[in-house]
């Protein structure tokens, strides 16, 4: 006899979160195939549900959930000021409804009870990324590497600035949950996994953004790991990580040597133009624009997918601008206005509080530490990759603490 049509889809449900787990490693084409496949499984669950049948967990609303709803809701709302038309309001319209990807992992486990095998899925896409990215810088062929930037860069699927990130929140799940995402005959070995990683990001790669990733986690890694009175000498870590590779390593040293560069050039010149702002001058035009944004349009900003009109409107530099100033809290504030930020800080805040009652509170607050800080100089909930990874771990690792029996 063939199981119930509930089993099957359960199972069907299980397999799709998995496979989604791998994808958010390996590219969009995939990541968009196996995001349809969450979702027609979510919504099939919610049909079972409507029909009678229950999950084996009592569902929770939990709170992360609620701003992460509303700040959806908002900037869904803001397209009926914003001055974008036609594909750039839909295309910002996909890119922000990016973050229904977590109440639907959330939703999915919930029935499939498949924590540990998501993270696992996760953890060996990204190994497969790890391993192809140093065999590039060594030399060797990847057939399937898809990323258009030289091999001796050891870039896999995504970009310079995505990948180092990744693979840093990789980092921080096999540290933190070692017992359940490899295999237990190799659990104590969790710090190769590190070290490779580490190797890989500080060493080898040229990702400035890798870099603060990098001494990020390791920094939250020792934190957890000292005795609270001795936590402080955590804080030193990045000071010294960053100071050491910037003398030993000559490509860090100059990569830090152009950000002081451009930085400089931005200020002190007298004469700014497309041409001669920099990688950091642009971010900096970026950001001065999405100011005045702001300061024009404070409580509810220009609406959604109208950065780049304004920031040209503005006077911004660049002409072939991207569509965010690669500022996650400066692009909620100039589209969404303040409204948008306060949402946006407030599921954060939520997500940090939240770990408390989680089985892996040290693991979810350390993805959520690299996500605020890489908020900072990136918008990783608006483009494809990152934001599936960060929102599919956010919603994994929310997973409750099992009761003492």
């Known amino acids: 006899m063939h199981p119930p049509l509930k089993d099957r889809w359960i199972s069907f449900t299980q397999w799709g979160l998995v496979g989604f787990a791998v994808s958010v490693s390996l590219g969009a084409a995939l990541i968009s195939l196996l995001k349809l496949w969450v979702l027609v499984a979510v919504l099939g669950l919610l049909v079972m549900q409507a029909r009678g049948a229950q999950p084996p967990q009592t ?15 908002w900037m869904v709302i803001s397209a009926s000021w914003s001055e974008a038309t036609g594909r750039e309001l839909w295309t910002a319209f996909d890119r922000y409804s990016r973050l229904l990807v977590m109440p639907a992992v959330a939703y999915g486990l919930l029935w499939t009870q498949g924590h540990r095998r998501v993270l696992q899925g996760f953890v060996a896409g990204q190994a497969l990324v790890l391993v192809s990215s140093l065999a590039l810088m060594a030399g060797l062929p990847v057939p399937w590497a898809t990323a258009r930037a030289q091999p001796e860069l050891g870039v896999v699927f995504t970009s310079t600035l995505e990948q180092p990130i990744m693979l840093c929140l990789m980092a921080l799940v096999v540290w933190f949950k070692s017992d359940g995402v490899l295999p237990p005959a190799y659990a104590r070995y969790r710090w190769v996994v590190v070290a490779l990683v580490m190797l890989n990001v500080m060493v080898l790669s040229t990702g400035r953004s890798g870099y603060v990733a990098a001494v990020l986690a390791l920094a939250w890694m020792l934190w957890q790991g000292l005795p609270k ?30 950000v002081h560069r451009d930085v400089s050039h931005y200020w002190q010149s007298e004469s700014l133009s497309e041409t001669n702002l920099g990688s950091q001058g642009e971010r900096l035009n970026y950001w001065a624009r999405s100011l005045d944004m702001v300061q024009a349009h404070p409580l509810m900003g220009v609406g959604m997918g109208a950065w780049r009109l304004h920031y040209l409107s503005l006077g911004g530099l660049q002409q072939a601008a991207p569509s965010n100033p690669h500022h996650q809290y400066l692009l909620m504030a100039s589209e969404g206005g303040l409204v948008a930020l306060v949402l946006l800080v407030a599921w954060m805040a939520l997500l940090w509080q939240s770990a408390v009652t989680t089985a892996s509170p040290s693991a979810l607050k350390g993805v959520v530490l690299l996500a605020v800080v890489v908020s900072l100089f990136n918008c990783p909930f608006y483009g494809v990759g990152m934001g599936e990874m960060l929102l599919l771990l956010f919603a994994t690792l929310l997973q409750p603490r099992r009761p003492h029996a």
Request: hydrophobic share 65%; charged share 15%; glycine share 2%.
């Open 229 to 258: 009175g001795r936590r402080a000498w955590a804080l030193f870590t990045p000071v010294v990580l960053m100071s050491m590779a910037a003398v030993w390593v000559p490509q860090v040293n100059e990569r830090m040597m152009q």
């Open 59 to 73: 569902w929770v609303w939990r709170k992360p959930l609620v701003p992460l709803m509303a700040l959806w809701a």
